[in-house]
Every structure is written in structure tokens, then in C-alpha cells.
């Protein structure tokens, strides 16, 4: 319980706690006063003849508390909702700007629909808890110690038969809980392995359609559909019989207190009337204290989403440098780099120099580390052995602004946003004029055919805009580079999969961007890159060899063969 | 709300699950009425009390019955309770399967415009919600309604005119209620759920492009649409509850308010000497609380709300129209494989991609499209699997319309080998077996080995059982590439399509995958596009294709004579074959 509240405020200290509670306690107060009055109201039932004035005062009475519970249940409701919305607002906005913070290797460990879960789901389910349950819940809290206290003053011997279903009843509703707990991670497991087998039968429904097994062919999806549902029974069967023995265990001892008033009444040693507003009180007691365990249980849901929101918060972003220091020029340079994540080494001992405005290609390949390479050189990760530097400075005492602002990085799938032309390209540099937009639109190629778009350079593209081919895109993409103007540009096997027309396109806008700049390339066409200053030969995470293409094209390792094979390739024809 | 065949699918699901919904009802409503019993005990005591007769047997008596009642109320509950989740389970994994048999006779046109996680969604999220409303809120709705009907049924028996006062909450509490839905609650909740889905939409937009994020290191502020929805939001719930604070706090009030009431007018009565003691006891204890079940009621609306939109996107899915099926009495079973087009036309949504295209790939012959992308080709290849159906015009395969083939019997004509290469989660031998399930073990060795792939398969730690996929190992885009050839290998079809088959191939791939591929054209009808037009030349025919229309066709010389956009793709072609990114040195 005290685990559950603290993992979610963990998330925000700044609760709007101290106000509200205050709030919530009068109302409750102002709720309860109500029974305080009818145990005067019963006595005078029972003891005196009842005039007309005395019932008029007693309901004034009742409608000015009715007043002063609506009066501060506002107040509260208000404040809980402003303050817990207010500090939802900064979690989201903390998370966000966290995540981006954090080493690439994160979102690689993690996968992306857990990430969006954390920040959307969970997040949700903690706006829930703060603007509903919790506030609700301790409502009930204060609520049940009111009531009880009113029953010990009251009559403590029979207050103790009330008071003595806590004990009772609070480990039935924990044990249900754990079974609870139990079992849903096992459904969970089950819906996670239906979902995934589901995902795979959307996404492969192409191959599955023109290999005919569709539907109940494709047994695994049933069979995880099949054990979804069974584990899902299974959480109700075991747990929902100890939660209502839970529940009766609360009602028996309603039932044991009226035995025992009955008996002091018997023996005289109790007064009807006293009994009479007892029973009526306890009964508030005992609804007060269900609602507890109902928002327990709701709670309980809502503490893995605290705890999950605290796991991504609890990763150590990249360690930004004490002392930043501005590197003189823009030569790159790889020292006995060693890089690896979980048991994976990708990069084994890689160390080479790209002088400043020098032209270093990438080759080997897939799998051989070319693209881990330049994830290290913008930081996306940080390196287990070895440093990684830019005229001369180890990148981990540049700034990260410092850093990326040197550095243009062309993806091989280009991602945009769901957003204007003019927003995309304005990423390179927010700061530019529409002018300069179209300027570099121009230089990559792409003026011509944003143009044509509905609605120029305010058509909105991506997810939910209007298609682009991915030469298209492309283009923006180095549209976007133009406009950054970084003295170092990545590029990672920007023509892969495009067509002849598009790739001339891409290849002229790439040619004027490369001009005057530090360039690491990666390529799988080793005719693209045959005039680099160096080529760098990669394997299996290791350098292979180096040297210009004239070098190693008459030497006789791995680019020679390469080489060779790609020449045969390319002569290739159906027939 | 729904016309009646959009809602007769889930009902008739609901069929098998009749009697376990109807017993859940029974056990609620039985529930519901030992929920009395102590109360009804208690007047009785309290009787007994005034009087001062009470002796010990009595009371016994008495209490035994009611803990007899809170028992059975309990066992009832539990009962109904699990047969209404095991009915909903039931019925969830009946709508699941019911969902995913339809999208697999779907044609390929509708995945395309429906996203991937969309479909996920219905098929998981929305199902459920299905859920919360049988199994939850049947059975409480039940008991919440039939309590306090019970309950007020038995005290109009004690008093009718205090049974009455017991229910003044109720007007109150509705006249709030109807206030609020007159100032515009149901456009706030429209307007809530567009703000919570942009915010949604933006974040999960950050998360995907979180390597352009950081290499252009824009911050959560100056990616402005993320903190525009996220302080949107918080501005729009703000404002809502603002509005909203009010009624709410007065409607539960309200509802629970049946002491300001009952206290007064039944001490009234008292004082008339129209009401005893234990009246006024029993009226304080079950008359006041009577109309607080009402609370549910709201939270039960929202539920069947929520409900009614999960099954309206069902239907989207279960509504939309199949491939229609071969008749049996004209069904057949082409000889040849010649596939003809005949004034074939084509549209996606309302984008022209296919125009009077009329075609002969000849039986046995290689016949390649080209063209520039966006031209339709790959619309080509994918109509001859119709995936999609044609829209004006014939397709026909050995002179017989693909729509009189049965669905079964085309496909097993076909061996496709698609740009993007899938694979199932699955091992490598099951992967390669899809294109044929009879295969032996020999057979697919041998295809593996034509494809190239027998190799590296060899050097895994399992071989051919490896997992490949989620849990499994990676293989690379032309591993990839090897295996989907082996598995169009083992299928041995007479009718082979290859979209862009090398495109992702690194260059240490694409030789062996072009080995691979040689060997499987033998004696088939073959369809393939290419980018690289170097690999088309010998091919016996080429077709060009521009915007959807034929603009040529013949082999390569007789192109590079006579059509223009040929020479203009042939020197594109040229001039990216020969640049070089240039150093400085």
C-alpha cells in the first residue's frame, strides 16, 4: 500500500496533497456530522416527547452540513483536478523530454510499443489515480477512522466487535490480491504471446493469403486465442471467491454484532436506543470500508503503471560533459573503439582518421557494424572501450548541442513527421526563413516536386499527410541537411531501393551537399565510392583492411572479392 | 444505432453462451433479495426490543437466518459473477476468431488501407471492451437496479408514504443530470477525445522518429507539436472540469442525500403517531441508502458508449466485401499458363493506377515491367494473385477469367516472391515449407541449396530448426531473399512473379540470390520487375509502363529504338551506374 502510493509520487512531489486534503477531511466531516446529529435525534426518540421547533432545528441542521459537504467537496474537487492535471502536464513533458535523452541503446533494449505505452497508457492510468481514486480513496480512509471513532464513543465493547472485522478481513483482500497478481501475469504473458501471434498473422497476411493459410489454418493465433481465454477464466475463478469472502467476512461481523447487542440487551447491560444508532453507524462504517478495498484493487492496477513510468524515468540519460570544450576542426577520429550491447560485441578494437573535410566510405557486409559506426559518431550510443573524437576532442566532453549541431545524418528510410514540407525541412534549422526553405529545397532537388503537391510547401505529409515515394523523401530528408549546414555529414546507403530516375536525383542533390564537408559514407555499391579519399573494409564487427579503392581493388582480401562478385552482378541478366 | 445485420453477427455469437448469461441474471437477481433478509431481521428484532419480550432462542433463530442470508447472498454473487466472465470470455475468443477468419478472406486492397496496429487494435482492445460490459456490468446492473427495487417494493409493504419520501433523491439527482447533458457534455466528450488522441498521436509520432529527434537534437519544446498537445490537453481538462466539478459534486451528493429527506418527514409522522420506532429505524437504515446504486448507472452508460463505438469499428472489418468465390459449376482449372490482361482498369480509393491496360504474358516466356515507380506495376503483379479484384475489364490465365478459378487453385499456380520479404516467426524449415506443405525434407535441402541459402542455413547452430523472428535470430535482408526463392522453389509453380526480388540484396548476396533465380525460371510463365535494367535486357518481352498505361513493348533493342521513356530510363540508368561520391584528395 505505502510501496503503491510512493512509486507513483515518485512521479511528481509536488502534489496537490498538502490543500486538498484539508478539503477532503471537512467534507468528510461535514458528512459525518449528520449521524452525530441523529444520535442526538434516536436518544430523544426513545427518552422525550418530540416538539415541532426541535425537528425543525435538526433538519436546518442537517441542510447546513448538507451545504458545507457540496461547499468543500467543490473546493476539493477543484484543486485535485488544476493541480493533478497540472503535474500530469509536467510528467509528460518530463518523459518526453527525458526519453530523447537517453542513449539509443534504450530504445533498441526496449521495444517501442512498450516506450509508447509508458508514455501514453500508464501515463493515463496515473492521471487516473490522481484525479479520481486517490483522492477518493482517502476520502473513504478519513471516513472509515470518523465512523469509527464516533463508534468508540458511542459504545467501545460493541465497537470492537465492528472494529475487529479490519483485522479480519484486510488479509482475505490482500491474499486476493496476490492471487490477483499471479494470475494476471500469467494472463498477461498469454495476451502478449496472442497479440504478438496476431501481429505476425496482419503483417504477414500477404504471404499468408498467397500460401493459403489464412484463419483457423493458422493454428498458432488459435491456440493463443484459446489460452487467453482460459487464462483470463482462471483470474476470475481463483481470485474473485477469496475477494467475496472478503466481502462476507465484513457482513458476518455485522451479523456478530447484532448477536452480541442482542445479548447486553437481554442482560440489560445496553440501551435500545443506544444500539439502535449503532447499527445505523456501523453501517456507514462498514460501507466506508468496502469502498477501501474496492479502490485498493483499483490501485493496485495503477501502481505497474507507476512503477513502469519510474523505470523509464530511472534511466541514465547520457552523461553530458562538466567542462565542454569547442573541437578546433571537424576531423573524425576512432581510437580502439570497442562496442557491444547485452552479450552482443558489435565493434571489436575499430580505430581510423577522417581528416577534416576528407571523404571516408564504409563497406563490408551486412551485419559487419558499418551503421553502428556512425550511430557512435552523433552519440546515439556511447562506447564501452576506446573514445570516439571530433578535432581531436573525446565527444563525450562536447556538449550534446555542440555535437549535433556539427553533425547532418542522412537515415537509409527516411522518417518524416506528420507535417508540413516547410515544418519537415525546418528541422535542420528552425531558425531559417521560408527563403532559405526553399533554397535548400532547391539544392536537393525536391523545389519541383513540393510544387506540384495540393498545397505546396504547406502540404501536410507523413502518417496522416498526403504519400510520398521514397525518393521523395529522400530528398527532404537532404533538403533538411542543406538548410542544417553541419560541416559533418552521414550517410547511410541513401540510394538503396530507389529507382534510376529518383537515385539520379538523389545522387545529384548528394554530390553538392557532400562539397567542403567531413563525409562518412556508407555504400553497398562500391562503384559509388571508388574515388574516396579512404575506404574502410569492415567484418564482423572488425577493420578488415583500408586503403583507396586502387589499393585494395589489387589486393586480395575481402574488397577485391567483393569487388568481383559485384562486377558479376552487375552483368547479370535474365533470360 | 446499428441497422440489424451489423448487430446479428455478435448476437448470434452470443447464442452458445445463452444459458450462462440467463443463470448470471437469476443468481444476480437472487442475490440481490438475500441482500434484504438482514435488514428485514433487524425491523423484526427492533420489534421485539420495544416491546421488551426478547428472549435468547429467538434471537438465535433470528441471527442464524441471518448469516444463512449474507452466506447464500454471497455464494450467488460469486456464481453469477464467474458464469458472466466465462460467457464473456467465451464470446471474446468467439468474436476474435470470427475477426481473423474474415480478414483472411479479405482482399489485399483492404490492408492497405488500414494500418497494421489499427486491425491489431479492434482485434485485441476493442474485443475487450466487450468484456467489461458482460462480464463486469451485466451482473452489477442487475443488482444495483434489482436491490433497490426489492428493497423499495418491501418498505411501500411497511409504509407507502415514507417508501415514497425515499425516493425524492431520485428527481433531484435526474433534474442535475439533464441540466448537464443540455449544456453541451456530449460535444465535450467529442472534444476531449480528439485533444487525448492528437496528444497520443504526437507522442507516439516522438517516440518513432527518435533517431531524427536526437540527431537533430530538437528538444520536447522546439518539437512544438508535442508540447502544444500535451498543454492543449491539460488546458481542454481543465476547462471541462471547471464545468464539469459542479453537477458531478451535486449529482453524488444528491443521490446519497436521502437522510435530509427521510430524517425530518419520518419524524413528522413519529410525533403524528403515524410511525413507530422500528419504522423510523428501518426507513433510516435501508430507505437511505436505497438510491445510491443509481451512481452505477452512469458508469454503466459510459461502458455500453464505449462499447457501441468498439463494435462499430468491428464492423468496419466484418462489413467489408470478400473476394467473391469461384462458382462450382463454372469453376476450372487452367492447362496453360499464358496470362492475358483485357482492357484491364484499376483504382485505389479514387487514384487512377491502371488504364485499359491490355497484355500477353506468353506461356513459358520471361516477361519484365518496367517503368517509373508510381507506373503500376507492382498493381500488375498483384492482380494477377488477386489480391485485389480488377475493376473494369478481364484477367484471364489460360483463357480462363481468375474469377472462375477457385481462390485455392490460383494461388497453388503462383510462386510469389515479394519486394519486402516476410517471414514468419517461425523456423527456417517452416518458413521454407509454406510454399509447399508436402514437401520432404530432401526436397527442401535441395531447394535451399538452388536458392543459395543451404550455406549459411548449415552454419546456424540449429540448422534448419532455427527460429528465425521475434525470439529467433536476424537474418539479414538477403538472407531473407534466399529463403522466400526457396520456398517459391519447393512450391514449383507454373506461374512465377518476382516484385524487385534482389532489391535489398547487399552486394555480397545479390550474385547467389541471381544464381538462385536463374534456376527457378525454367519453363514458367514469368512476370518480373527490376529497377536495375541492365537485368532485363535478354528477357523476350519488356513492357513499359507510364501512369498506369502501356506505353510500349518488345525486347530491348526494339525499346531503345523506338520508345522514349525506355531511352530516358536507359540513360538515368546509365548516369546512376557511374557516379562516384568524389574526395577531396
Redesign the interface.
Known amino acids: 500500500m505505502q510501496r503503491t502510493i510512493q512509486a507513483i509520487l515518485h512521479v511528481d512531489r509536488s502534489l496537490w496533497i498538502n490543500k486538498a486534503l484539508l478539503y477532503i477531511c471537512v467534507e468528510m466531516i461535514s458528512s459525518v456530522a449528520?449521524y452525530v446529529l441523529?444520535y442526538w435525534?434516536i436518544y430523544s426518540?426513545?427518552h422525550a416527547s418530540?416538539g415541532?421547533e426541535w425537528?425543525v432545528f435538526?433538519?436546518i441542521g442537517?441542510?447546513a452540513f448538507?451545504i458545507l459537504?457540496?461547499v468543500f467537496?467543490?473546493l476539493a474537487?477543484?484543486r485535485v483536478?488544476?493541480e493533478g492535471?497540472?503535474s500530469?502536464?509536467r510528467l509528460?513533458?518530463r518523459l518526453?523530454?527525458h526519453?530523447?535523452k537517453l542513449p539509443?541503446g534504450f530504445?533498441k533494449k526496449k521495444n517501442?510499443g512498450d516506450?509508447?505505452q509508458a508514455?501514453?497508457t500508464n501515463v493515463d492510468e496515473v492521471e487516473l489515480v490522481m484525479?479520481h481514486i486517490l483522492p477518493q480513496m482517502i476520502g473513504s480512509i478519513v471516513l472509515c477512522l470518523l465512523n469509527g471513532l464516533l463508534l468508540v464513543w458511542i459504545d467501545w465493547r460493541l465497537a470492537l466487535v465492528v472494529l475487529i472485522s479490519v483485522p479480519l478481513a484486510v488479509p482475505l483482500l490482500l491474499w486476493s490480491q496476490k492471487v490477483m497478481r499471479k494470475r494476471s501475469k500469467i494472463r498477461h504473458e498469454s495476451f502478449a504471446t496472442?497479440?504478438?501471434h496476431?501481429?505476425?498473422?496482419?503483417?504477414?497476411?500477404?504471404?499468408?493469403?498467397?500460401?493459403?493459410?489464412?484463419?483457423?489454418k493458422?493454428k498458432r493465433?488459435?491456440q493463443a486465442?484459446?489460452r487467453?481465454?482460459d487464462d483470463?477464466?482462471r483470474v476470475?475463478?481463483f481470485a474473485?471467491?477469496i475477494l467475496?469472502?472478503y466481502?462476507?467476512t465484513i457482513?458476518?461481523c455485522?451479523?456478530v454484532l447484532?448477536?452480541a447487542g442482542?445479548?447486553l440487551?437481554?442482560e440489560s447491560r445496553l440501551e435500545?436506543s443506544i444500539?439502535?444508532i449503532f447499527?445505523?453507524i456501523s453501517?456507514q462504517f462498514f460501507?466506508a470500508f468496502r469502498s477501501v478495498g474496492t479502490y485498493m484493487g483499483q490501485l493496485r492496477f495503477m501502481v505497474h503503471a507507476g512503477e513502469r513510468i519510474k523505470d523509464v524515468l530511472e534511466e541514465m540519460p547520457l552523461a553530458e560533459p562538466e567542462q565542454q570544450i569547442i573541437p578546433l576542426n571537424n576531423s573524425i577520429t576512432f581510437d580502439h573503439v570497442h562496442f557491444g550491447y547485452g552479450n552482443k560485441s558489435i565493434l571489436k578494437d575499430v580505430s581510423f582518421y577522417v581528416p577534416d573535410?576528407?571523404?571516408v566510405?564504409l563497406?563490408g557486409?551486412?551485419?559487419s557494424g558499418k551503421s553502428t559506426i556512425l550511430s557512435l559518431i552523433?552519440r546515439?550510443w556511447d562506447v564501452n572501450q576506446g573514445s570516439v573524437q571530433i578535432g581531436n576532442t573525446d565527444i563525450t566532453d562536447i556538449s550534446?548541442?555542440e555535437l549535433?549541431?556539427r553533425?547532418s545524418?542522412v537515415?537509409q528510410d527516411v522518417?518524416l513527421?506528420?507535417?508540413t514540407v516547410t515544418e519537415n525541412i525546418l528541422?535542420?534549422n528552425?531558425d531559417a526563413s521560408f527563403e532559405q526553405v526553399v533554397e535548400a529545397a532547391q539544392l536537393a532537388q525536391c523545389h519541383s516536386f513540393i510544387e506540384k503537391l495540393p498545397h505546396g510547401y504547406d502540404t501536410v505529409v507523413?502518417?496522416?499527410g498526403i504519400h510520398l515515394?521514397?525518393?521523395e523523401k529522400q530528398r527532404l530528408s537532404i533538403a533538411?541537411a542543406f538548410l542544417?549546414e553541419a560541416p559533418i555529414l552521414l550517410l547511410d546507403e541513401v540510394?538503396?531501393?530507389?529507382?534510376?530516375?529518383?537515385?539520379?536525383l538523389v545522387?545529384r542533390a548528394?554530390?553538392k551537399l557532400?562539397q567542403k564537408k567531413t563525409?562518412v559514407?556508407i555504400?553497398?555499391?562500391?562503384?559509388?565510392?571508388?574515388?574516396?579519399?579512404?575506404i574502410i573494409v569492415l567484418s564482423d564487427g572488425g577493420i578488415e583492411e583500408q586503403g583507396t579503392h586502387q589499393m585494395l581493388v589489387n589486393g586480395q582480401g575481402l574488397y577485391q572479392h567483393?569487388w568481383q562478385?559485384?562486377q558479376?552482378?552487375?552483368?547479370?541478366?535474365?533470360? | 444505432m446499428f441497422n440489424k445485420k451489423e448487430l446479428s453477427w455478435i448476437l448470434n455469437l452470443a447464442v452458445p453462451q445463452r444459458r450462462k448469461l440467463l443463470f448470471s441474471c437469476i443468481y444476480a437477481v437472487m442475490s440481490a433479495l438475500f441482500t434484504l433478509v438482514p435488514f428485514v431481521i433487524i425491523y423484526h428484532l427492533s420489534i421485539h426490543w420495544l416491546n421488551g419480550i426478547l428472549d435468547s432462542s429467538t434471537v438465535w433463530k433470528l441471527v442464524i437466518y441471518a448469516l444463512i442470508a449474507v452466506i447464500l447472498r454471497f455464494v450467488f454473487l460469486g456464481l453469477s459473477s464467474l458464469l458472466s466472465h466465462i460467457a464473456a470470455y467465451n464470446l471474446l475468443y468467439d468474436i476474435r476468431t470470427h475477426l481473423t477468419n474474415k480478414l483472411g478472406r479479405l482482399p489485399m486492397g483492404f490492408f492497405n488501407q488500414q494500418q497494421a496496429g489499427k486491425l491489431k487494435k479492434i482485434v485485441i482492445d476493442d474485443v475487450e471492451k466487450v468484456e467489461q460490459l458482460i462480464a463486469h456490468h451485466l451482473p452489477d446492473f442487475i443488482v444495483s437496479i434489482i436491490t433497490p427495487i426489492c428493497v423499495f417494493v418491501y418498505l411501500l409493504t411497511v409504509d407507502w408514504r415514507m417508501a415514497l419520501i425515499t425516493l425524492l433523491p431520485i428527481p433531484c439527482a435526474v433534474f442535475i443530470q439533464v441540466k448537464r447533458a443540455n449544456s453541451g457534455a456530449g460535444e465535450d466528450m467529442e472534444k476531449y477525445h480528439q485533444h487525448l488522441e492528437r496528444m497520443n498521436g504526437t507522442m507516439i509520432e516522438y517516440i518513432l522518429t527518435m533517431p531524427i529527434i536526437k540527431a537533430f537534437n530538437l528538444t520536447v519544446q522546439s518539437f512544438s507539436s508535442y508540447q502544444n498537445s500535451v498543454e492543449d490537453y491539460t488546458q481542454l481538462w481543465k476547462r471541462l472540469s471547471r464545468k464539469k466539478v459542479p453537477t458531478y459534486v451535486l449529482y453524488t451528493a444528491f443521490i446519497e442525500s436521502g437522510l435530509i429527506f427521510i430524517l425530518p418527514i419520518s419524524l413528522l409522522f413519529f410525533q403524528r403517531g403515524s410511525l413507530t420506532i422500528p419504522e423510523v429505524l428501518l426507513f433510516l437504515m435501508l430507505g437511505v441508502g436505497l438510491t445510491a446504486p443509481m451512481k452505477q448507472l452512469s458508469t454503466f452508460s459510459h461502458t455500453v458508449q464505449n462499447t457501441v463505438l468498439g463494435i462499430k469499428k468491428m464492423n468496419k472489418i466484418l462489413m467489408a466485401k470478400e473476394l467473391s468465390e469461384a462458382r462450382a459449376d463454372v469453376s476450372v482449372i487452367p492447362q496453360q499458363y499464358p496470362i492475358v490482361f483485357d482492357k484491364v482498369s484499376f483504382s485505389y480509393g479514387d487514384r487512377m493506377i491502371l488504364q485499359d491496360v491490355t497484355m500477353t504474358m506468353k506461356a513459358g516466356t520471361v516477361t519484365a515491367l518496367v517503368g517509373p515507380s508510381g507506373a503500376g506495376k507492382s498493381t500488375i503483379a498483384q492482380l494477377i494473385a488477386r489480391f485485389w479484384e480488377v475493376e473494369k475489364g478481364g484477367l484471364f490465365i489460360g483463357s480462363i477469367s481468375i474469377r472462375d478459378i477457385p481462390q485455392e487453385t490460383l494461388m497453388n499456380l503462383i510462386s510469389y516472391v515479394f519486394q519486402d520479404v516476410s517471414m514468419m516467426n517461425d523456423t527456417l524449415l517452416a518458413n521454407i515449407c509454406m510454399g509447399n506443405q508436402a514437401a520432404s525434407l530432401e526436397e527442401i535441402i535441395q531447394a535451399a541449396k538452388i536458392a543459395q541459402a543451404h550455406d549459411f542455413i548449415s552454419a546456424l547452430p540449429n540448422g534448419y530448426d532455427t527460429k528465425i523472428g521475434h525470439g529467433g535470430i536476424h537474418l539479414s535482408g538477403g538472407e531473407r531473399q534466399r529463403i522466400a526463392i526457396a520456398r517459391a522453389i519447393v512450391r514449383n509453380a507454373p506461374v512465377l512473379i518476382l516484385d524487385e526480388a534482389t532489391a535489398y540484396a547487399d552486394s555480397e548476396n545479390e550474385s547467389h540470390i541471381q544464381a538462385g533465380i536463374s534456376h527457378l525460371l525454367q519453363d514458367k510463365t514469368v512476370v518480373i520487375i527490376a529497377h536495375r535494367l541492365s537485368t532485363i535486357t535478354d528477357v523476350d518481352n519488356i513492357i513499359v509502363l507510364d501512369a498506369g498505361r502501356v506505353v510500349a513493348q518488345g525486347t530491348h533493342d526494339v525499346l531503345l529504338q523506338h520508345c522514349s521513356l525506355y531511352q530516358q530510363m536507359w540513360h538515368a540508368y546509365m548516369e546512376v551506374d557511374q557516379w562516384t561520391l568524389a574526395g577531396k584528395a
Open positions: 449528520p441523529l435525534v426518540l426513545f418530540i415541532l425537528i435538526w433538519t442537517l441542510i448538507f459537504q457540496l467537496s467543490m474537487q477543484r483536478q488544476n492535471s497540472q500530469i502536464q509528460r513533458l518526453g523530454e526519453l530523447r539509443m530504445f517501442q516506450i509508447s508514455l501514453l484525479t496472442a497479440s504478438g496476431l501481429q505476425e498473422y496482419i503483417e504477414n497476411i500477404q504471404l499468408l493469403k498467397a500460401y493459403q493459410v489464412t484463419g483457423a493458422f493465433l488459435d486465442l484459446a487467453f481465454r483470463s477464466i476470475e475463478a474473485s471467491p467475496y469472502l466481502a462476507a457482513e458476518i455485522f451479523i447484532l448477536l442482542n445479548y440487551l437481554i435500545v444500539f439502535v447499527l445505523i453501517l460501507k573535410r576528407g571523404l566510405a563497406v557486409p551486412s551485419g552523433v546515439f550534446s548541442n549535433l549541431s553533425i545524418y537515415f522518417q513527421f506528420n507535417d528541422m535542420g528552425r507523413g502518417t496522416g515515394s521514397g525518393g533538411r542544417k540510394t538503396a531501393s530507389l529507382d534510376s530516375e529518383n537515385e539520379k545522387q548528394i554530390s557532400a563525409v559514407v555504400a553497398h555499391r562500391l562503384k559509388t565510392i571508388q574515388s574516396a579519399d579512404h567483393l562478385e559485384q558479376a552482378a552487375g552483368g547479370w541478366k535474365v533470360k
